[in-house]
């Protein structure tokens, strides 16, 4: 952090820069499919992407840059950010593409209900237990634990298959979980604090 005040880097740099990490750890999941190793890189860059959407509020208040402007930019790139990754996950050929897509729904709606809380006076919310760093350590766990299940095995999604579902599946289906969990706290706490 100090380094990148100390040089000027803007902290919106740095939010593109997570759009990037997201995009990379998209294209790695979207071709694992082909290059199982992938796997392995895919969840790294999702870390980088925290990494940066850490990164960029603490540059903006240690160089006095922090502004309404800057929450937007802060918001837009991480939305987008939770998309592309699970689009690239849903296209990877080792789950099932509609899992994916209602994993990366269910991620808009946890962060949409936590920001409401905001809007309507009761304060940002980040309980529960999906927050954007545990899906994607969940995600992280699930993507090695499919690259385990695909070793000696030859390509293709069957040796990932415990039961009809493929490891990448089971993931996607407990981030949809946990994210309705997740949904249901924040709200309860929402409506608690404006009651």
């Known amino acids: 952090m100090k380094g990148c005040v100390a040089r000027g880097v803007h902290p919106d740099v740095i939010s593109y820069l997570s759009l990037v990490a997201s995009a990379v750890a998209a294209i790695c999941f979207w071709q694992a499919g082909r290059w ?4 392995l890189l895919g969840p790294l860059f999702c870390y980088v992407r925290l990494w940066f959407n850490m990164l960029d509020g603490m540059v903006a208040l240690a160089s006095g840059k922090a502004s309404r402007h800057g ?5 837009v790139p991480d939305r987008v950010s939770d998309v592309v990754v699970f689009v690239g996950v ?3 050929g080792l789950c099932a593409p509609l899992l994916g897509y209602w994993a990366a729904i269910a991620a808009l709606m946890t962060a949409y209900i936590g920001i409401l809380g905001q809007a309507v006076g009761a304060g940002r919310e980040f309980s529960g237990i999906m927050s954007k760093p545990w899906r994607m350590v969940v995600l992280h766990v699930g993507a090695w634990g499919a690259w385990i299940g695909l070793q000696g095995f030859g390509r293709g999604g069957d040796s990932a298959r415990p039961a009809a579902l493929t490891v990448l599946d089971w993931t996607c289906l407990a981030i949809i979980a946990g994210c309705a969990e997740t949904i249901f706290v924040r709200l309860a706490r929402i409506l608690r604090r404006i009651a």
């Not at 199982?36 to 796997?39: F, M």
């Not at 929450?71 to 918001?75: A, D, G, M, R, S």
């Open 36 to 39: 199982p190793v992938l796997l």
């Open 71 to 75: 929450e937007i930019l802060n918001e």
């Open 90 to 92: 849903a296209h990877s």
